[in-house]
């Protein structure tokens, strides 16, 4: 590990650089997208608070008091929106599992109004608050929800599960997220403040890494974590999926896996595959 060399950072998170064709994996996230959009019952653009990009998406189940999975998009913070993902949900839906995928501001934002990961985190607390106190209005059982994410929404996924829910609102449930599971997941942010392409977007500050690094956190003291990472992904993206196993332990985090051949596009696209071991994965945490 090099985390004084930029170039060698700048190799091991820059994942645009190293997967080529990106570009066909993004256009065609946002065609299927679109097109689960017009299949699907979905209630659009719904508030969960009055901040930048405080909207979510709902997939309703087919069947009334449905597990719920709640997916959040990655982009290093900083990119992509939730309309780029609608497409994990007709599989889900298909399960018979209600969907909720949220939008969050991305950094560094305007400067009157700048955006921070500390910031990020906080709208996805919102977010789930929101869908613990409205989803039954649309079929989702409030007590079966299980956080899944990618990339920096694999960060925001760990993270939700180890929130402290009574300190958000004393009505909460102290477990509001049962589960998560965290797609090609990020729990140390210390490096990406010195990687060139993020350091003055994310623009992290200590204070900030401390506060929104899971693996310098204590295990959370319920739920399970399924860690996953893509085997053709750098070697930084897998030492992150074996940290916060390292940092939590095998109780808190049972499953710790290199899925083979996956790389940090195509591991989005098996997650939304019923066929596929890491969408088993996550219907075994919605059954739980």
Same mark, same amino acid.
């Given at each position: 590990m090099a985390f004084d060399d930029p170039a060698w950072l700048e190799g091991m998170y820059n994942n645009l650089a190293r997967v080529k064709d990106h570009p066909a994996y993004l256009g065609r996230w946002t065609r299927d997208s679109a097109a689960a959009r017009d299949a699907l019952s979905g209630r659009l653009d719904l508030p969960y608070g009055g901040g930048p990009n405080e909207t979510l998406d709902v997939f309703p189940a087919p069947v009334p008091d449905a597990p719920v999975l709640v997916f959040i998009h990655g982009g290093y913070w900083r990119a992509l929106d939730k309309s780029d993902h609608s497409f994990v949900a007709p599989a889900l839906n298909d399960r018979g599992v209600c969907v909720v995928v949220p939008n969050y501001a991305l950094c560094p934002g305007p400067a009157e109004r700048p955006v921070s990961v500390p910031h990020i985190l906080l709208q996805m607390v919102r977010a789930l608050q929101w869908t613990w106190r409205h989803i039954a209005a649309y079929g989702g059982d409030p007590s079966r929800i299980t956080v899944a994410g990618h990339s920096a929404g694999g960060h925001m996924a760990a993270a939700l599960l180890a929130c402290d829910?009574? #300190? %958000? #609102?004393?009505? !909460? *449930?102290?477990?509001?997220?049962?589960? =998560?599971?965290? +797609?090609?997941? &990020?729990?140390? &942010?210390?490096?990406?403040?010195?990687? *060139?392409?993020?350091?003055?977007?994310?623009? !992290?500050?200590?204070?900030?890494? &401390?506060? #929104?690094? *899971? %693996?310098?956190?204590?295990? *959370?003291?319920?739920?399970?974590?399924? $860690? %996953? #990472?893509?085997?053709?992904?750098?070697?930084?993206? +897998?030492?992150?999926? $074996?940290? +916060?196993? =390292?940092?939590?332990?095998?109780?808190? %985090?049972?499953?710790?896996?290199?899925?083979?051949?996956?790389?940090?596009?195509? +591991?989005?696209? =098996?997650? =939304?595959?019923?066929?596929?071991?890491?969408h088993r994965y996550a219907v075994q945490l919605l059954e739980a």
């Open positions: 829910w009574k #300190a %958000v #609102a004393p009505d !909460l *449930p102290a477990q509001l997220a049962r589960n =998560a599971l965290s +797609i090609s997941g &990020l729990y140390d &942010l210390r490096p990406l403040q010195r990687t *060139p392409f993020l350091e003055h977007v994310l623009r !992290l500050s200590d204070a900030d890494v &401390l506060r #929104a690094s *899971p %693996v310098l956190w204590p295990a *959370p003291p319920r739920g399970q974590l399924y $860690a %996953v #990472a893509g085997g053709d992904e750098s070697e930084e993206f +897998i030492r992150h999926n $074996a940290s +916060i196993r =390292a940092a939590w332990g095998r109780n808190t %985090v049972p499953v710790c896996e290199v899925l083979p051949g996956l790389h940090h596009f195509s +591991i989005v696209d =098996a997650f =939304a595959d019923p066929a596929h071991a890491l």
